[in-house]
């Protein structure tokens, strides 16, 4: 495994999470690398935090997606913030993105909706994300009465269903080293000087 220390890591933040993402590809042996704990604070300042998968990323941020009218989406509407950490325990590593949020565009949004399998399209309009269900028959009828709404026909993008761009002040790369003697080296965005590197007690 490759040292993470100043002098070979990344100057780029998102070439070096690159270069970490596509190495848990390659050597993990479960699914969804791209899971991440989506960590938010409500309009009341209650912590939360739930699994999302990161769909796409580049140097804006970012990008996940849900039902807006969630609990975790009027959340991110109301602070405008959120972290994600991703954590490879077969690697020994983790990464901590802290940042600002927005909601990606709505042509971004139909893209990959229109990219999702025709099943989770019409999951989309069946669940009422983070709503009280009476029982699973109740959402398994509204799929069913959403399946014969649409069949044969193209399955639109529901209104309340987009996505969030984590856009990141702070990403903090973490490695597991011998008697916890840990490397974590923090990058803290600058909007003059651009992203400053510093080196972090484990």
């Not at 993990?28 to 300042?45: F, M, Q």
């Not at 959120?82 to 600002?100: F, K, M, P, V, Y």
């Not at 709503?131 to 399946?147: D, G, N, P």
Request: charged share 30%; hydrophobic share 35%; with cysteine.
């Amino acid at each position: 495994m490759q040292p993470l220390n100043e002098k070979t890591v990344l100057k780029n933040p998102f070439k070096q999470f690159e270069f970490w993402f596509e190495e848990a590809k390659q050597v993990l042996e479960r699914d969804n690398p791209d899971s991440a704990c989506l960590s938010t604070v409500n309009a009341n300042g209650e912590p939360d935090g739930r699994i999302v998968l990161i769909k796409e990323y580049d140097e804006r941020g970012f990008v996940f997606y849900t039902n807006i009218e969630s609990v975790k989406g009027m959340s991110l509407l109301a602070t405008k913030k959120a972290s994600l950490t991703l954590h490879w325990d077969e690697l020994h590593r983790q990464i901590r993105i802290r940042g600002n949020v927005e909601l990606v565009t709505d042509k971004e949004a139909d893209a990959y909706f229109n990219s999702r399998p025709r099943g989770s399209q019409l999951g989309a309009w069946a669940s009422r994300q983070s709503s009280t269900l009476e029982s699973r028959e109740v959402m398994e009828q509204e799929f069913e009465q959403v399946s014969k709404k649409y069949e044969g026909k193209e399955i639109p993008r529901p209104t309340f269903w987009s996505g969030f761009r984590v856009e990141p002040q702070q990403i903090e790369f973490w490695q597991q080293g011998d008697d916890r003697m840990h490397d974590r080296l923090l990058f803290t965005k600058d909007e003059v000087l651009g992203w400053k590197i510093d080196r972090l007690y484990p």
